[in-house]
């Protein structure tokens, strides 16, 4: 069984705290591999000092705030 953790900095997506949860609810996993689901993620696009895009997590957002080196 796989075991999906937190990264070194103590992040854990999502994704992997959904599928922790289902694990530990009991539910079933059925394959359907005709049926295809991309990725999401929600991202902030902050304009950085010079004027180039500096992407941020929601949860880095939330956590920390807006980055330290955006254009002000």
Request: glycine content about 10%.
């Amino acid at each position: 069984m796989v075991e999906w953790k937190r990264n070194a900095d103590g992040k854990q997506d999502d994704d992997i705290f959904f599928w922790n949860n289902f694990r530990t609810s009991g539910l079933n996993l059925y394959l359907a591999p005709r049926l295809v689901i991309g990725h999401l993620e929600l991202l902030i696009k902050w304009p950085g000092a010079d004027l180039d895009g500096i992407y941020e997590t929601t949860g880095d957002y939330y956590r920390h705030g807006p980055p330290c080196d955006i254009w002000r």
